[in-house]
């Protein structure tokens, strides 16, 4: 399993990936970093690899290049990882059907801070089993909470957040569902 971050060789390939998206939709930098809320300089360093690619900043420039998440990490196999305020991410698996792309992620959501992520693009949703702990999750206006066992699934375009509820290490899955377009 591979950490993103400043140093690691993952962070290079990412942000090598991202300027390849971003040019071949003919969106400068500026205007990217505009659109995703991120400050240029953090746009830049992310796309020279000097950077650390926080989840929250990796989704907010993804859902503006209109891809998911998994289109600039590394391929499955070597099972990427990236860090947000509280959660970790490790991406599973990526497949496709006819209507959708669906990425599959292990989620480690550590007690104390919350994260609240930017909003993907219209129609995707995202849906969570909890395997340890309890976990308050979705829209940042009306988050749903789940102990072991529990499943939770929003519309994942608006802000939502993700948060341990108590002293225990929340472990879940996550399935993003990206409808295509």
Known sequence: MTTVGASDPGAAAIGQRVRVLREERGISLSALARL??????????????????TLETLYAVTAQL????????AGPASAPSVRGAAVRATLLEVFTEAGATYELYRLRVAPGAGQVSPAHRAGVTEHVTVFTGVLRAGPVDAPLTAATGGHLRWTSDVPHCYAAVGDEEVTASLLLRYPRE
């Open 36 to 53: 995703a809320g991120v400050g240029k300089a953090t746009l830049s360093g992310l796309e020279n690899g000097t950077r650390n690619p």
């Open 66 to 73: 209109g891809v998911p998440l998994g289109a600039v990490l």
